[in-house]
């Protein structure tokens, strides 16, 4: 720790959660609801650890368990017993940082774009300008619902009116309260005290805590930033599509910059924590959601959905789904594959046109080219499921499994009934429906002999003639 660190006061953050999201209209507390791929909540817990604070709490609601789950190690939990407005909410979140003296930053939990490098630069304002509180505000061409910041002529802030409090003088004011802040812990515990909850709402507004601060002698400064998308605040679905796309932008820009080639970041979502090697191409229409990873020099889309899948170097996804799998290098997927969870494509293997594979292991340089379903298989290495091949693995009660070797080479149309074994450099024959062991290195046929009817349709004419000459 340098000198200059020693010099500082301690910080804490706490981070409001407990609205109701009324106007999400969801069952769903908000701050849950995800910005790709990823709770709100947990971009705004990245951004406050940025700034290592000695404590972080997150105020949620007495009904909220769900948000514990998300919470990370080192973060608290205070419960807002009744949602009396934001004022009460950081009182919440100042009783369990009880005999805490130093600053409080106070975050929204439903302002997920906010970064590390934005809550760092409002922090070094409030301390250079060691004030009692410094509050985030930004001009905005369109001041919405937010609250308005009101200046005295000499330029001070005197106070913030809520949109539904203001005048209409007031609502022309283009200057807004991002909400957040930083406070001296001792003069907010008093002001906070001296909430009033005589506005529109009814409710105990942090908002009004900057005049108290100022009726009662401190200063207060603001931190006036100029990113309008830091400063975005999610209250409707319709906001939440805009911050959505805001960082799905974000995320692709980091992609584009680490070396892969977005065909169409208008039609290429990507999950908060998707990771993709260099020079892969990502062609467009293409999802790559929850934990998916992809490697270097593939070419992934168009018109691909992947979700929680791994794919290795150098492999090819065309038109497909793929789920909870693993593809392994140099793979070919697609198109119009569906690879259901529990897949595994080792390396060089091939999942081709509407082929359905679930819960199965594709060995090294195997194929299964065309229109087949592989269900709770595992198949050798340098293996060829002909067309048309169907594992008949569910007889209604159970799933069972099949075991194919080797080198194997199966016949167009082959059924095979599980549970069977068809052991290495064996054969079926193509529409055989396979119900006992193929033993290694044997051709399986299970199916009719064929008949010929020699001379048929010369007498198949003469019956028609026949039967005409009669009419
Ligand atoms: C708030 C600000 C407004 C600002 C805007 C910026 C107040 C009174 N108003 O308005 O000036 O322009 O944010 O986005 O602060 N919360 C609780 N407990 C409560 C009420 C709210 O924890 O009892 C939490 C919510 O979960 C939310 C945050 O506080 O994360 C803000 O509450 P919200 O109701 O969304 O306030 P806004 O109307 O957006
Ligand atoms: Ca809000």
Known sequence: M???????????VAILAAGLGTRMKSDRPKVLHEVCGRPMLSYVIDAALSVSPERVVVVTGPDQDAINDILPVGCERAVQQERRGTGDAVRAGLEALQGFSGDVMVLYGDVPL????????LHERHLEDAAAATLTTIELDDPGHYGRIVRGEDGQVVRIVEHRDASPEEREIDEINVGMYVFRADALRPALDKLESDNDQGELYLTDAVHLLLAAGHAVTSFESDDEEMCMGVNSRVELAVVNAAMRRRLL???????????????TFVDYGVEVGRDTLIRASTHLLGRTTVGAACEVGPGCFLRDAFVGDRARVVSSHLYECVIGSGCSVGPFAYIRPNTVLAEGAKAGTFVEIKNSRIGERSKVPHLSYVGDAVV????????????????????????????????????????????????????????????????????????????YAERRAARRLREQQQD
């Open 380 to 455: 050798g290495k340098e293996s060829n499921i002909a067309a048309g091949n169907i594992t008949a693995n569910y007889d209604g009660y159970e799933k069972h499994a099949t075991t194919i070797g080797d080198r194997v080479r199966t016949g167009s149309d082959t059924t095979i009934v599980a549970p069977v074994t068809i052991g290495d450099d064996a054969f079926t024959a193509a529409g055989s429906v396979i119900t006992r062991d193929v033993p290694a290195g044997s051709l399986a046929v299970a199916r009719e002999q064929q008949k010929n009817v020699e001379g």
């Open 2 to 12: 340098s000198t200059a660190d020693t010099k500082r006061p301690s910080l804490a």
């Open 114 to 121: 906010v970064d590390g490098d934005f809550v760092a630069a």
């Open 253 to 267: 820009e980091r992609l584009m910059l680490a070396g892969v080639t977005v065909e169409d970041p208008e039609t």
